[in-house]
């Protein structure tokens, strides 16, 4: 995911040189406002990518000397229940409702948002970190 993460990265600088580039040079608030929306989804984007990347190294599409074999196996766990994307979606409801009814509730949903974006990537980081340390304790011990 470092590749993906990086061509992220780059959309998001673009986004955010373009949205300031844009606002200073036009003064018009609702494109800013459009590319200003844009950088910050590629951002999270990118985001999540580097925070995948970080917790699970190197995949076998990320090397050069990697082989089909190496990719098989099981994709990944997929949770069977989640509250957070529940969570996410009332922030991005109140967060839009904000944008309409005022900056408090814009505010609050905001909140609610990253509450649930948070939530949706950190929630099984413990799993991640407990099946990393048990993998690696069984290659340390020595088998006689």
Known sequence: MRTESRL???VAAFFLITAVGYGWRSREPAGTAVLTVAFLMAALVA??????????GLRAQDRQD?????????????????PWPIVAALGSLLLALGIVYGLW????????LACG?????????????Q?????????????S
């Open 105 to 112: 509730l814009a505010l609050l949903g905001l909140g609610v």
């Open 117 to 129: 974006v948070f939530g949706l990537v950190f929630q099984y980081a413990a799993r991640d970190a």
């Open 66 to 82: 990697a082989e089909i074999a190496d990719s098989a196996g099981p994709l990944d766990f997929f949770p069977p229940h989640s």
């Open 131 to 143: 099946r990393s340390n048990s993998s690696s304790r069984e290659r340390r011990s020595p088998m």
């Open 47 to 56: 985001f999540f990518l580097h925070t995948q990347y970080r917790r699970r």
């Open 8 to 10: 992220f990265i780059g």
